[in-house]
Nanobody, 121 residues
Framework: QVQLVESGGGLVQPGGSLRLSCAASGSIRSVYVMGWYRQAPGKQRELVASITEGGSTNYAISVKSRFTISRHNAKNTVYLQMNSLQFEDTAVYYC???????????????WGQGTQVTVSS
């Protein structure tokens, strides 16, 4: 069984910073792309940032230059450093990973349980 466990959300003032972490654990052979999505109340879930095994990154335009995604391949962990946070960044943030399990066959998408990020003065 594979699971993603997130940490690091919370309440922060505008202009502040937070760092999210997400660790994949379980029967894992390979972790391919990892990323972060977010969903604000009444809105669809959207991609925030993603990173490949090789370190290639992709960002939503709204967060580029403020957020930085990184990963530690040996720990199957992805991070999201969020700086200059704005009210519009308030959302539940979900970790996502494409993983090949150590047993069986095939590649599946996995999601974390979500962590709340609230930007408020």
């Amino acid at each position: 069984q594979v699971q993603l466990v997130e940490s690091g959300g919370g309440l922060v003032q505008p202009g502040g910073s937070l760092r999210l972490s997400c660790a994949a654990s379980g029967s894992i052979r390979s972790v391919y792309v990892m990323g972060w999505y977010r969903q604000a109340p009444g809105k669809q879930r959207e991609l925030v940032a993603s990173i490949t095994e090789g370190g290639s990154t992709n960002y939503a335009i709204s967060v580029k230059s403020r957020f930085t995604i990184s990963r530690h391949n040996a720990k199957n962990t992805v991070y999201l450093q969020m700086n200059s946070l704005q009210f519009e960044d308030t959302a539940v943030y979900y970790c996502h990973a494409v993983i090949r399990r150590a047993t069986g066959s095939g590649v599946d998408n996995y999601w974390g349980q979500g962590t709340q990020v609230t930007v408020s003065s």
